[in-house]
């Protein structure tokens, strides 16, 4: 069993830059593609981003291309967010995931087989 935990969320301005992080217990970690979610309020959560056991692919959803990032360090089991010219519109939960594959994380939230608790991000105008 997986177990993750986000933190970093907080509250900033819009411009604003955030990073989270997540630390995942297993030591197995390098062999799971890593993912992030978000949901607002009143929303499904969406596919934020995502990468690679390897960390040689990472992939995006739109609205965040060109201003988040996603990386990984195996050796501290840790995948990590950075956030740079958050918008409002980016305040949500933000949920760390892990799976076999990110194709199996870019196909949706229902599917993937570990979830973090969430952390806050709030983005004021």
């Known amino acids: 069993q997986v177990q993750l935990v986000e933190s970093g969320g907080g509250l900033v301005q819009a411009g604003g830059s955030l990073r989270l992080s997540c630390a995942a217990s297993?030591?197995?970690?390098?062999?799971?593609?890593m993912g992030w979610f978000r949901q607002a309020p009143g929303k499904e959560r969406e596919f934020v981003a995502a990468?690679?056991?390897?960390?040689?692919?990472?992939y995006y959803a739109d609205s965040v291309k060109d201003r988040f990032t996603v990386s990984r360090d195996n050796a501290k089991n840790t995948v990590y967010l950075e956030m740079n010219s958050l918008k409002p519109e980016d305040t949500a939960v933000y949920y760390c995931?892990?799976?076999?594959?990110?194709?199996?994380?870019?196909?949706?939230?229902?599917?993937?087989?570990?979830w973090g608790h969430g952390t806050q991000v709030t983005v004021s105008s």
């Open positions: 297993e030591r197995t970690f390098s062999s799971f593609a």
């Open positions: 990468i690679s056991w390897t960390g040689g692919s990472t």
């Open positions: 995931a892990a799976d076999s594959t990110t194709a199996r994380l870019r196909s949706g939230g229902a599917a993937v087989s570990y």
